[in-house]
């Protein structure tokens, strides 16, 4: 039986943090992740499909404020 993995979009201009996120969701032992990185939203939004489960966003982007596509959303 194929384990359901959770495809995941993580919208992060700081490639440390990517990594610990990365690292911390990669321990779960529940749950399994693919993950798709983007610098900048405009990158992320390229990435965006129906096979995408969820979006982790930075509040704070070089292209645009996180909090305002939040509350466009």
């Known amino acids: 039986m194929d384990e ?23 321990e779960s032992e529940r749950e399994r ?3 798709q990185w983007a610098q900048t939203l405009g990158d992320g939004v390229a990435l965006l499909s129906d096979d995408v489960d969820a ?4 509040l704070t982007l070089p292209d645009e404020d996180g ?3 939040c509350r466009d959303l």
């Open 67 to 69: 909090l305002s596509i």
């Open 55 to 58: 979006v982790l966003l930075d």
């Open 4 to 26: 359901h993995r959770i495809r995941l979009v993580l919208v992060e201009d700081d490639e440390e943090d990517f990594i610990i996120t990365r690292s911390l969701l990669e």
């Open 33 to 35: 992740f693919d993950i």
